[in-house]
């Protein structure tokens, strides 16, 4: 608590001081920095709004404005000889943000979800696809590494014809107390169905291009030979399972303009191409389903995208796409994204308060369309499922087998409460 005062004092301090650096320095001039800064920021949003939604010279004509739109912020500053007030005021109001979230950043036990220890394994099996993550199985000598720790492993040689949740179900019914899987979300998710339903545990190796699921389990994603630590020196975390349609899912489910560009045949040989070329029929609605859902008493009309996801994501980020603080809590995130003219997309710099994007928690989520068939993402798979599509999720019903030293889980920054800090540093205690 003490440290946390200090920072918090630190905080105010520099606060203060960006504020009288703008105040001595530039004056009664320092409304007109904020609203050159503040217009700029207006105009660069707009104008990445007209890229995405137009084509041809227009694309291009908003894509100049949006490079212009900064610089002509900085040549303002500079015309003026307030450039380096800006600069120094916007360092100080970066020290003052940084120290202020230190000092409310709640205790590691506050975020971290509850762990026991792991049982002893008498015949694990793990999944490996080899293909995976450009070859991730090979090179870190995964299957190697798991054999000589006791584990029995299973190639998935041709992926394609292979019925993963089969297999897994066989290896249950030959003896396996624990599965686990080396490859991507998807293949984990399938593996994950299998593992909930047996009530066996279930090992995750990030050996995936992505593996969000992991990262938001504390894996470490750049070395997936540590996950194999959790064999001899694990713990056991309690995780929720989603469902969607019929199909498992353990990070998120994506409807709209996203779900319909990974569905195009030319996506794979040209993503950013096919992206920009498909996006301004679908956020213009020329193409595409029209979407509704329901997430608790939450009703969603005509949203452009819609993500579900297997507990909610981290509350500060713009959109809500980031990092997940915890995977037992026992609710669906859903946010939807309605974004119609410029003017909404710059209203999006107002985050989770703009009138485009809209944040619920539920329990379940039921999406409808005027179409019998949707395109969907699943854990990034690309499908077309029958509406409606029902999103549920089953608290606790995964046993996570981790390493007991990893990373560590997500810790979401705090939200800047001045007043909070205000009292935690204007507090003084003999």
Not at 372 to 401: F, H, Q, Y
Request: hydrophobic residues 50%; positive net charge.
């Amino acid at each position: 608590m003490r440290g946390q005062r200090w920072l918090a004092r630190a905080s105010l301090v520099a606060a203060a001081a960006a504020v009288v650096v703008l105040g001595v320095f530039a004056g009664l001039r320092t409304f007109a920095l904020l609203a050159v800064g503040l217009c700029g920021l207006v105009v660069t949003a707009a104008a990445l709004w007209w890229v995405l939604s137009r084509r041809g010279v227009l694309r291009f004509l908003a894509l100049a404005l949006a490079l212009a739109a900064p610089v002509w912020v900085l040549v303002a500053y500079s015309r003026a000889d307030l450039l380096w007030v800006v600069l120094v005021s916007a360092a100080l109001w970066l020290v003052a943000a940084g120290a202020g979230r230190a000092a409310l950043a709640p205790g590691p036990a506050a975020a971290a979800m509850p762990e026991r220890a792991a049982p002893r394994f008498r015949h694990p099996v793990l999944i490996m696809n080899p293909r995976s993550g450009g070859g991730k199985v090979r090179r870190f000598e995964l299957r190697e590494r798991a054999g000589e720790l006791g584990a029995e492993v299973v190639l998935l040689e041709w992926r394609e014809e292979t019925d993963v949740a089969a297999l897994a179900r066989k290896c249950a019914a030959e003896g396996a107390d624990l599965l686990g899987v080396a490859g991507g979300d998807g293949t984990q998710a399938l593996v994950a169905e299998v593992a909930a339903a047996l009530d066996l545990p279930f090992l995750v190796i990030p050996a995936g291009t992505r593996n969000h699921f992991a990262l938001d389990l504390g894996l470490d994603r750049d070395d997936p030979a540590r996950a194999l630590d959790a064999l001899r020196d694990g713990v056991e975390l309690r995780v929720d399972l989603g469902r969607a349609g019929g199909r498992p899912f353990v990070n998120n489910v994506s409807f709209g303009a996203y779900a319909e560009v990974v569905q195009s045949p030319a996506y794979r040989d040209g993503k950013t191409r096919t992206t920009l070329n498909l996006l301004p029929d679908l956020l213009m609605q020329h193409e595409g389903a029209r979407l509704t859902a329901r997430a608790g008493e939450h009703e969603f009309t005509d949203p452009q995208a819609l993500l579900v996801s297997n507990n909610p994501y981290g509350a500060n980020d713009v959109a809500g796409l980031g990092r997940r603080t915890r995977l037992d809590g026992g609710v669906l995130g859903c946010v939807g994204i309605r974004v119609t003219s410029a003017a909404r997309a710059a209203g999006l710099l107002r985050g989770v308060r703009s009138a485009g994007l809209t944040r619920v928690t539920a329990t379940s989520v039921v999406v409808d369309a005027d179409q019998e068939r949707i395109p969907v993402g699943v854990d990034g798979e690309a499908l077309r499922l029958s509406v409606p599509v029902r999103c549920e999720v089953r608290p606790g019903a995964l046993r996570v087998i981790v390493p007991r030293r990893r990373p560590g889980a997500y810790r979401e920054r705090a939200r800047l409460d001045w007043r909070h800090l205000g009292r935690l540093g204007l507090t003084f205690r003999h």
